[in-house]
């Protein structure tokens, strides 16, 4: 039997909050975990949406997965979300400053996920995409008002790349929030992207709970069963 590939994304780009503490620590334990589970002759890396530097290229050797995982930490403050003098939130909202950034970085990071896979033959291939989710939707539009306009086509066209790659290539997609329960969300658009992405991949999606790594755990004990 063909072992395994996995790709384990650390979404540090749109971990852009004082309040994403939680959002860090939790990432960490699910990448964790779900490279302990690995088994012999499979391979994974890990790759970071906003410090591409940190990655590792695809590996057995647990330590080195576990040491780029470890070197995860808040991205930098994007659009205003962290807590600045006094206490009051500099949050800007025009479509001028508003940077598109977060939801660029995430959607690139999975395109590039699945290009990496897309040439790989006769292995199951897994994406754990760990993220608090890009706030973007995935088809449709926004309002004319909304400061995310001119971020959300860039955005759409690298998921809908992903979501033709996986699909003919079959990539699964498993989407974990680390957030869980009234954890910190980059946006309304940011945990229906999450499930999404997974339930057009043939995925899971772990969202609204606080136990993450247990529900990781189950998803990786389900694939080994078929």
Not at 53 to 63: E, M
Not at 144 to 150: A, C, I, N, V
């Amino acid at each position: 039997k063909d072992k395994e590939l996995f790709v384990v994304i650390l979404d540090d780009g749109n971990l852009t909050s004082v309040a994403a503490v939680r959002e860090v620590n939790v990432s960490k334990a699910v990448a964790r975990a779900a490279v302990e589970r690995l088994q012999p002759g499979d391979l994974a890396a890990v790759i970071f949406s906003n410090d591409s530097a940190k990655g590792q290229s695809f590996t057995s050797d647990r330590t080195k997965l576990l040491r780029a995982i470890d070197t995860l930490t808040l991205g930098p403050d994007y659009n205003g979300f962290k807590m600045r003098g006094g206490g009051s939130a500099n949050a800007r909202t025009s479509q001028a400053a508003y940077d598109c950034q977060p939801i660029w970085l995430a959607t690139d990071v999975l395109r590039a996920a699945a290009e990496a896979l897309w040439s790989v033959p006769h292995r199951r291939k897994s994406v754990f995409f760990i993220s608090v989710g890009p706030n973007t939707p995935i088809l449709g539009t926004v309002g004319q008002l909304d400061p995310r306009l001119q971020c959300i086509a860039k955005g759409q066209s690298n998921t809908l790349e992903v979501l033709k790659m996986a699909q003919r290539a079959n990539v699964n997609v498993y989407s974990v929030d680390p957030g869980g329960l009234g954890g910190f969300k980059p946006g309304v658009d940011s945990t229906p992207y999450l499930v999404g992405m997974a339930d057009n991949t043939g995925g899971r999606a772990i969202v609204n709970t606080n136990d993450e790594v247990g529900h990781l755990a189950e998803v990786m004990d389900d694939m080994r069963a078929y």
